[in-house]
């Protein structure tokens, strides 16, 4: 199994500005996923975070809005930029287990616009 | 794209009896199933696993059925308790990365004392 601590757990930020969630991984990983959780909906995957590579982001979403960074196999940022009240989400890391079947998830990032 | 669908947003039984799930999926048949459970403010929890060649699977009191014939997976909590009480998800395969899931919406467990 994989141990992911992210950070901040949570936070509530003024629209028009930016935040930068943060993921951690216990082991060297080659993929991590980034997920956004709108309330009482299930996860949508935002992109696909490679060391050494850009991301590979999911219909709907653009670098632009989310610029994702992955300078080393445990470690990965996403930016939620220029956020309006419709990005109020639970953010969730990712990685695929072992077997590259399961996934394991960070704790998760409560996000509130306001 | 494969489509996930869950069986009713909330389910509520009483404790002691076996609480059941439905996954529902369209489109093509994927080599393998999940369920996760999810706690308020948590991230998802990976539970189960059952393979396409596989009718069932289980692990303590968690037991898994996977139909590819008529696209369904049932999830059984026998013998519940209250700390059963989460939402479950069942995820499936992305087509295009096998590592990548896809999401069901979820199904909401209380379990009544």
């Known amino acids: 199994s994989a141990v992911i601590s992210q950070k901040p757990s949570r936070d509530i930020c003024q629209r028009g500005t930016s935040l930068t969630i943060q993921c951690q991984v216990d082991s060297q990983v080659t993929m991590m996923f980034w997920y956004r959780q709108q309330p009482g909906q299930s996860l949508t995957l935002i992109a696909t975070a490679n060391q050494g590579s850009e991301a590979t982001y999911e219909s709907g979403f653009v670098i632009d809005k989310f610029p994702i960074s992955r300078p080393n196999l445990t470690f990965s940022t996403l930016t939620v930029s220029n956020m309006s009240p419709e990005d109020s989400s639970i953010y969730l890391c990712?990685?695929?287990?072992?077997?590259?079947?399961?996934?394991?998830f960070g704790q998760g990032t409560r996000l509130t616009v306001v | 794209s494969q489509k996930i669908e869950q069986n009713s947003e909330a389910l509520n039984i009483q404790e002691g009896k076996t609480a059941t799930l439905t996954c529902n999926y369209t489109n093509y048949s994927p080599a393998y199933l999940q369920w996760y459970r999810q706690d308020p403010g948590r991230g998802p929890v990976f539970l189960l696993l059952i393979r396409e060649n596989e009718k069932e699977k289980r692990k303590e009191r968690l037991k898994v059925t996977f139909d590819t014939t008529l696209k369904q997976s049932l999830f059984h909590i026998t013998a519940s308790q209250p700390a059963d009480s989460a939402t479950y998800l069942c995820?499936?395969?992305?087509?295009?990365?096998?590592?990548?899931?896809?999401f069901g919406s979820g199904t909401q467990l209380t379990v009544l004392p």
């Open positions: 995820a499936l395969p992305s087509s295009g990365s096998a590592r990548q899931l896809t």
């Open positions: 990712s990685v695929p287990g072992t077997g590259n079947t399961e996934a394991f």
